[in-house]
């Protein structure tokens, strides 16, 4: 059982940075595939950003890449989401995600994870 807890979110102004945080609990970490998805009001889920068990894989949408980064750091068994160049149409719930190490492993398809947090708001300003 993995138990996660999100932190980080809150208002900010386009153009502007926000760094999300996801707590698991567990000693196997590090053998967790872990992922950020976001629902906005009246929109399905959609993914966001996904790092590989291994650290050495990291993949996201059209609409975040270049400008979001996934790391993890399997010490403190924390995912992070570093959001630069925030724009209004990145205002929503954000929740991490995790699954066991698995293949084929679908990364951006939310029926590939077993474990949720309880979401982060992200609300940018124009």
């Known amino acids: 059982q993995v138990q996660l807890v999100e932190s980080g979110g809150g208002l900010v102004q386009a153009g502007g940075s926000l760094r999300l945080s996801c707590a698991a609990s567990?000693?196997?970490?590090?053998?967790?595939?872990m992922a950020w998805f976001r629902q906005a009001p009246g929109k399905e889920r959609e993914f966001v950003a996904a790092n590989r068990w291994s650290g050495d894989s990291t993949y996201y949408s059209d609409s975040v890449k270049g400008r979001f980064t996934i790391s993890r750091d399997n010490g403190k068994n924390t995912v992070y989401l570093q959001m630069n160049s925030l724009k209004p149409e990145d205002t929503a719930i954000y929740y991490c995600a995790a699954t066991p190490a698995r293949s084929p492993w679908l990364f951006s398809v939310s029926g590939q994870y077993a474990y949720w947090g309880q979401g982060t708001q992200v609300t940018v300003s124009s």
């Open positions: 567990g000693r196997t970490f590090s053998s967790y595939a």
